[in-house]
């Protein structure tokens, strides 16, 4: 989020998924860890500085004078925004690597069984006596 005026403004960075070209270029499941916990820092750390921007303000941590009471609900909106951008960084970021993960999963589990079949269906026809 980047911050205007002591309130912070969303701003949408586009980032593509894409197969590698060779397989030894492709990405492990570390980089996109990697990728989501650089994400939440930088949601962190624009929270942090939008409270503190907004902190010194404050005399002490006590709004004195009551123009500075719509200050004392600056913080409150920023940890709102704080949230709200890290709700909206798991759906759109999250729960779809996630989903994919689940549904990979779903696909080794049936090659692993269909594996397991065609290999019970080679030791039947090996015969009792040439098993390996």
Excluded: F
Excluded at 23 to 37: I, M, Y
Excluded at 57 to 70: D, H, I, K, N, V
């Amino acid at each position: 989020m980047a911050e205007v005026q002591g309130s912070l403004v969303r701003r949408e960075v586009p980032l593509s998924v894409v197969r590698a070209a060779d397989a030894n270029e492709a990405l492990s499941l570390q980089d996109l860890v990697v990728v989501h916990r650089t994400l939440c820092l930088e949601e962190r750390n624009a929270y942090q500085a939008a409270v503190i921007k907004a902190s010194d303000g404050a005399e002490g941590g006590r709004y004195t004078s009551p123009s500075s009471l719509g200050d004392a609900l600056t913080p409150l909106h920023h940890a709102n925004a704080y949230q709200q951008s890290l709700c909206n960084l798991m759906a759109t970021a999250l729960v779809p690597a996630l989903t994919s993960m689940s549904s990979l999963r779903w696909q080794n589990e049936v090659q692993q069984r269909q594996l397991r079949r065609q290999n019970e269906e080679i030791q039947v026809m090996e015969g009792p006596g040439q098993q390996r």
